[in-house]
């Protein structure tokens, strides 16, 4: 004769949770499916939470100059730099926050956990949060009277400071030539202040620069003529090169005029691109009577 089996006190356990499991509402299941899946894709309740998340991957792959020219977007970050470009009419294609840095943020976005946007930023202290944004196309005024040529500037941070100055001055755009640095930079941007947002950059050949109607005039250490002396009440394309050498004999030649700005120091024996782009510029707004 059979005896009947005694359930173990595990078997119980597992009986009492699948019955519990059948009693789940469906929406109370749901919620649970949801919250199982996105958490395989580095989410928890709506936050990424993951540095292999695709989304997270590709803003890290942007850091490289050759893949925000491919796919034709910039990355601000800090609370500044993304509100000035939402300010100036960038498309925005993804948004990124981290409420542990920034529990004050308002417009929206993705959420993001503080050890992913450390990973998506590119400086070392991160504010909080990170922008993608379409790169603006713009071209200069065809009226323009004021206009910084940069000439294979290495460094972003000094492009960003050539923009930040040329904003200030109320110059129309600036080329760029010889491009070496970017300045889609997240360095160039943050330098710039947002100035990048709203001032029209435009790279350009020495052919194209020799072609403006605007007078050309190159700082060049040692020139001749005073950069005070010079007649800048005209429509003006400054040259600024490079930070270590300066322009070389081609770029001198397609200029009309050759300035120096006069300096007394003793070490010192040029100014910074971005500090002799400053100078010339207010030179031309004290000649202008356009100061405030």
Same mark, same amino acid.
């Given at each position: +004769?059979?005896? /009947?089996?005694?359930? =173990?006190?595990? =078997? ?14 469906? %929406?109370?299941?749901?919620?649970? =499916? ?5 958490? %395989? ?15 997270? *991957? ?9 893949? *925000? ?29 981290? /409420?542990?840095?920034? /529990? ?9 956990? &503080?050890?992913?946007?450390?990973? +998506? ?14 790169? @603006?196309? %713009?071209? #200069? /005024? ?13 460094? @972003? ?28 930079? @997240?360095?160039?941007?943050? &330098? ?13 050949? *020495? ?20 950069? =005070? ?32 700005? @006069? +300096? ?15 100078? #010339? ?12």
């Amino acid at each position: +004769m059979w005896a /009947p089996v005694t359930p =173990s006190v595990q =078997s119980c356990r597992s009986q009492l949770t699948v019955a519990a499991t059948r009693r789940v509402s469906p %929406r109370h299941a749901r919620d649970r =499916s949801l919250t199982v899946a996105a958490t %395989r894709h580095g989410y928890i309740r709506g936050v990424i939470t993951s540095l292999d998340n695709p989304r997270v *991957r590709e803003v890290v792959r942007l850091r490289k100059a050759r893949e *925000r020219r491919r796919a034709g977007v910039l990355v601000a970050e800090g609370v500044r730099e993304v509100e000035r470009a939402r300010a100036a009419g960038l498309v925005a294609r993804q948004t990124f926050y981290a /409420p542990e840095l920034l /529990p004050a943020w308002a417009h929206g976005g993705e959420e993001v956990s &503080a050890r992913v946007l450390a990973k +998506m930023a590119y400086r070392d202290d991160p504010e909080g949060v990170v922008a993608v944004f379409e790169t @603006p196309q %713009r071209q #200069l /005024p065809a009226d323009a009277t004021l206009i910084v040529v940069a000439v294979g500037i290495e460094k @972003p941070g000094n492009l960003g400071a050539i923009a930040r100055s040329a904003d200030a001055a109320g110059a129309d755009g600036i080329l760029v030539a010889d491009v070496e640095a970017d300045p889609w930079n @997240p360095n160039a941007i943050r &330098a710039s202040t947002g100035s990048v947002f709203t001032l029209p950059i435009v790279e350009a050949t *020495r052919d194209d620069v020799a072609s403006l109607p605007q007078q050309k005039v190159a700082a060049v250490l040692g020139a001749a003529t005073r950069h =005070s002396d010079a007649d800048l009440t005209r429509p003006t394309a400054f040259l600024i090169g490079a930070e270590d050498t300066g322009l070389d004999a081609a770029w001198r030649e397609t200029a009309d005029l050759q300035v120096a700005i @006069p +300096m007394s120091g003793a070490a010192a024996d040029s100014l910074n691109a971005s500090a002799a782009a400053a100078v #010339l510029l207010f030179e031309a707004v004290r000649q202008r009577g356009l100061g405030r």
